[in-house]
């Protein structure tokens, strides 16, 4: 056999040989991602999950703010889409209210909007609890800029700053960016919207009145009483969530709360304890764009996570692999 023939085989035998680090890399930490990374650990592919902020829930998180922990960050509706409910509790585990009356178990009133008891704090948690229960690695403070495609077979390079990182598909959510290598389509980086959000901590010695409201003018375009979800219930104390388009200062903070004086959403006692504002930054929805090849079609898949809706179109197929949480958590 001629030196050429060897060398052939020997490189072709390579790239048979070449270990693949992860059959799967899921982009962000949002509830989609994380189920999804999930449904992909349970049909026993090796997940790894990337997250470019130092902590999980995208545009679900909780924070600390004005001195209460886990508060939900902004504003957050989910719906009453019956599937979606029998999802949050049989296989995430959670305590799901009525958002009219978080007092209430949304099993007495199937058609009302429901919540988590315990907010996105809660809904988080609950996911985070069944990975932690996997193999899945997840790595935060990591995250995607570029990529770059194996020209002779679907591989996929993902390149972080500690090196590059081999897969077979890449899992991406709606509001990410990143970049493919030498792609003749690549665009620049979209801006980011600005979320401004405004919490109010306020005295007042009656029960939370609202749970969601949506726009009450003067800039603010939609609102929750936290107090039920972040565990304030008989302190006396409310927690109040703006989402905002005026800049976020004392003075918008004492407008607001005289607004909600006005409409009678708190007693006319109420006073403010504390205000602060938080700022989420949203990359504007953007797909990268891809030549469709086949390698491509074959190594990129972008989920619909548009709304939390949504997640009734992947419910029937992660309930193929998720195991009730029950179940899963070994109870
Ligand atoms: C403040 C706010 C409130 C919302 N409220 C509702 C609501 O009430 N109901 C509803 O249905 N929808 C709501 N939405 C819409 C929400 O965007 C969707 O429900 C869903 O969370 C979107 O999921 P996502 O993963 O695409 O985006 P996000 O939730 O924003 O999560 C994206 C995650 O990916 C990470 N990421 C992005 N790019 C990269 C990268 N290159 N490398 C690594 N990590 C990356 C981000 O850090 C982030 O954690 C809200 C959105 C915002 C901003």
């Given at each position: ?25 899921v ?5 989609f ?17 990337i ?13 600390s703010i004005?001195?209460?922990p886990?508060?939900d960050?902004g ?10 409910l ?8 959670c305590?799901?209210?009525?958002l ?11 058609s009302?909007s ?6 996105c704090?809660?809904f ?12 899945i690695r997840?790595?935060?403070?990591c995250?995607?800029?570029k ?14 700053l500690e090196g ?13 960016y990143?970049?493919?290598?030498d ?12 979320f ?22 003067k800039g603010i ?5 936290l ?6 219930a008989?302190t006396?104390?409310q ?17 607001y709360?005289?607004?909600?004086i006005?409409?009678q ?20 929805h953007?797909?990268p ?17 548009r ?9 029937p197929?992660w309930?193929?692999?998720?195991k009730p ?7």
């Amino acid at each position: 056999m001629n030196r050429f023939l060897i060398a052939c085989l020997v490189w072709t035998l390579s790239l048979f040989s070449q270990t693949i680090d992860y059959d799967v890399v899921v982009v962000g930490t949002s509830p989609f991602s994380l189920l999804e990374a999930l449904y992909q650990n349970n049909i026993g592919k090796k997940v790894l999950i990337i997250e470019k902020a130092s902590e999980c829930g995208g545009s679900w998180k909780s924070i600390s703010i004005c001195g209460v922990p886990h508060a939900d960050m902004g504003c957050h509706y989910i719906g009453s889409d019956p599937q979606i409910l029998h999802f949050m509790t049989e296989y995430l585990g959670c305590q799901m209210v009525s958002l009219d009356n978080p007092l209430d178990s949304c099993r007495l009133h199937p058609s009302s909007s429901f919540y988590p008891s315990g907010g996105c704090y809660e809904f988080l948690g609950q996911i985070l609890k069944l990975i932690e229960k996997t193999s899945i690695r997840l790595e935060l403070n990591c995250s995607l800029e570029k990529v770059s495609i194996d020209p002779l077979q679907p591989i996929a390079y993902i390149e972080t700053l500690e090196g590059k990182i081999s897969t077979c598909k890449i899992i991406y959510p709606q509001y990410c960016y990143f970049q493919l290598a030498d792609n003749p389509h690549s665009t620049p980086p979209p801006a980011s919207s600005n979320f401004l959000h405004l919490y109010l901590l306020i005295a007042d010695p009656t029960p939370p009145r609202f749970s969601y409201h949506s726009s009450l003018g003067k800039g603010i375009s939609r609102m929750m009483n936290l107090t039920y979800f972040a565990n304030l219930a008989e302190t006396g104390q409310q927690l109040i969530v703006f989402q905002s388009y005026q800049p976020l200062t004392q003075q918008a903070a004492e407008d607001y709360l005289r607004l909600l004086i006005e409409h009678q959403l708190v007693d006319k006692s109420a006073h403010l304890l504390n205000f602060e504002s938080y700022v989420y930054e949203q990359c504007h929805h953007r797909s990268p764009l891809f030549p469709q090849t086949p390698t491509n079609l074959a190594l990129f898949e972008s989920l619909d996570t548009r709304g939390i809706q949504l997640m009734s179109q992947y419910i029937p197929k992660w309930t193929t692999a998720l195991k009730p949480y029950k179940e899963a958590m070994g109870e």
